[in-house]
């Protein structure tokens, strides 16, 4: 049975699971469904249906006091591995539509640098500003880890909040706790316009 969190909630990954080293971390989120109104926005896109919004799943592996070392240690669409190979990024998904996760991160926790302290999982909205689009237009947003070698789900969090307006989600993160990993449940929003304004406010 996975353990199902509430915002802020942390709790042990790696304790409560021994010999637990390589998980697969899958982020997912479905569009609104527009009302059946026409007019501009019914045109552009199709009336009653949901409107096509690029979300990006990244993970942003910080050192010490939380800080962006070096900028390969962003793992996203435009860089899907880390150089140690610890991270693996499945690659971008351009809509969002159907069930299920929507990218998927796959991380060898023993292979994670001794440097690195902690892994932040953030969804961000591909050129948001001009799109004009938010997160508010975005429903059933998720992140869950899965051990990959039994497809069993260890966690999950739904991010019900409120996001209307906010263009980035920090969902969760992984961090270590003495000699294990714990996942912590975030779900926090930001105004951030990009990827690297966010990758910027860590560095």
Not at 27 to 37: I, Q
């Amino acid at each position: 049975m996975a353990i199902n969190l509430q915002k802020g909630q942390r709790v042990d990954l790696t304790k409560s699971n021994p010999g637990l080293s390589k998980i697969m971390v899958g982020l997912g989120w479905d569009p609104m469904k527009s009302g059946g109104g026409g007019g501009l926005f019914g045109g552009m896109f199709g009336g009653g249906g949901a409107a096509n919004i690029d979300c990006d799943a990244s993970v942003i592996m910080l050192g010490a006091n939380d800080k962006l070392q070096n900028n390969k240690d962003v793992i996203y669409f435009g860089n899907l591995r880390s150089n140690d190979g610890s991270v693996q990024h499945s690659g971008d998904n351009l809509t969002g539509d159907g069930d299920g996760d929507d990218e998927q991160i796959m991380v060898d926790l023993n292979r994670v640098p001794s440097n690195i302290q902690k892994l932040v999982f953030v969804v961000n909205i591909y050129d948001c500003i001009k799109r004009k689009q938010h997160f508010g237009m975005i429903q059933n947003a998720f992140i869950r880890i899965v051990n990959p070698s039994n497809n069993q789900e260890l966690i999950h969090y739904n991010l019900s909040d409120n996001y209307s307006g906010l263009t980035c989600l920090v969902t969760g993160e992984i961090y270590r706790h003495g000699n294990d990993w714990k996942f912590a449940a975030i779900g926090s929003g930001t105004n951030s316009a990009s990827l690297s304004e966010v990758v910027r406010s860590f560095s």
